[in-house]
C-alpha cells in the first residue's frame, strides 16, 4: 500500500446508507485516501464545490435527489465534468447501466458482484 502517494487524493461517497458509507470510507482510508461523504446528490453537489473530489462514488437510490439527477447535474457544470465518477448501486438492469454510463459515469458497479477491494481497485484505475 504505496499510501504516500495517495495522500492528497479526495473521494467523496454520496450513500444514503451509512453502513455501506462507512464500510468505504474506512476502507478507502487504509489506503491513504481521503473520505467524504454525502447521503443524498443535493448534499453531494454541494460536497464537490466545498471538496473538489477526485474521484465520486455514487449511489443511485437516495431520497431527495437521485444518483441519475446527481451526475446529470454534475455533468452539466464546466468545473466538475470531468471528475470521475464509478457509480455503486443495486440497480443492475441492463437499462440502469446503460442510463448511468449515457449520463457519464465512468464506470457501474453492482455493489452485489464486486468486494471493496475490488472497488479499490477500480478506483486505482481512474486515481492513477
Known amino acids: 500500500m504505496l499510501a504516500q502517494n495517495k495522500n492528497s487524493k479526495k473521494i467523496l461517497?454520496?450513500?444514503?446508507?451509512?453502513?455501506?458509507?462507512?464500510?468505504?470510507?474506512?476502507?478507502?482510508?487504509?489506503?491513504?485516501?481521503?473520505?467524504?461523504?454525502?447521503e443524498n446528490g443535493q448534499i453531494g453537489l454541494e460536497r464537490i464545490h466545498q471538496i473538489m473530489p477526485d474521484l465520486v462514488l455514487l449511489d443511485i437510490v437516495m431520497p431527495q435527489m437521485d444518483?441519475?439527477?446527481?451526475?446529470?447535474?454534475?455533468?452539466?457544470?464546466?468545473?466538475f465534468k470531468n471528475i470521475p465518477v464509478i457509480i455503486l448501486s443495486n440497480l443492475g438492469q441492463k437499462s440502469d447501466i446503460e442510463k448511468g454510463l449515457s449520463l457519464g459515469a465512468n464506470d457501474y458497479i453492482v455493489k452485489a458482484y464486486f468486494t471493496p477491494q475490488e472497488v479499490v481497485k477500480k478506483i486505482e484505475k481512474y486515481l492513477n
Open 67 to 79: 444518483g441519475f439527477e446527481t451526475l446529470r447535474t454534475l455533468r452539466k457544470d464546466e468545473v
Open 13 to 38: 461517497i454520496i450513500e444514503d446508507d451509512s453502513f455501506i458509507s462507512e464500510m468505504y470510507s474506512m476502507k478507502f482510508k487504509s489506503y491513504g485516501w481521503q473520505t467524504f461523504s454525502a
